[in-house]
C-alpha cells in the first residue's frame, strides 16, 4: 500500500510560483500514473494534472495548461507540480493520487 505526503504549498502572490511535492512510500510507486487534484472552499475536488508511470506523458487541466508543469522521480519516488503565473483561482488544498490513495493535502493561498 502506498501512503502520499504533500508538501511545498504557502501564500503567493499572483504571478508568482509554487513548486509542490508528493512523497511515496511503497514499493508499487512506478506501477501507476499519478496525479495532482485540487479542492477550492465550496467547490468539489477537481483534476489538475497527471503523468504516465514513465514521465513521457502528461496531462492538464485547460485551467493550468501552460502555467503548471507536472514531473515524477520514480528513483526518488516523489511527484512534483511546479506552478507558475498563479491566480487567486489556484487557491486551493491540492492533494496528490496514487491508484487509490490520497495525501493529506497541501494548502496554496495566491493573493491578488
Known amino acids: 500500500q502506498v501512503q502520499l505526503v504533500e508538501s511545498g504549498g504557502g501564500l503567493v502572490q499572483a504571478g508568482g510560483s509554487l513548486r509542490l511535492s508528493c512523497a511515496a512510500s511503497g514499493r508499487t510507486f512506478s506501477t501507476y500514473m499519478m496525479g495532482w487534484f485540487r479542492e477550492a472552499p465550496g467547490k468539489e475536488r477537481e483534476f489538475v494534472a497527471a503523468i504516465s508511470r514513465s514521465g513521457v506523458n502528461t496531462v492538464y487541466a485547460d485551467s493550468v495548461k501552460g502555467r503548471f508543469t507536472i514531473s515524477r522521480d520514480n528513483a526518488k519516488k516523489t511527484v512534483f507540480l511546479q506552478m507558475s503565473s498563479l491566480k487567486p483561482e489556484d487557491t486551493a488544498v491540492y492533494y496528490c493520487?496514487?491508484?487509490?490513495?490520497w495525501g493529506q493535502g497541501t494548502q496554496v493561498t495566491v493573493s491578488s
Open positions: 493520487n496514487y491508484a487509490t490513495a
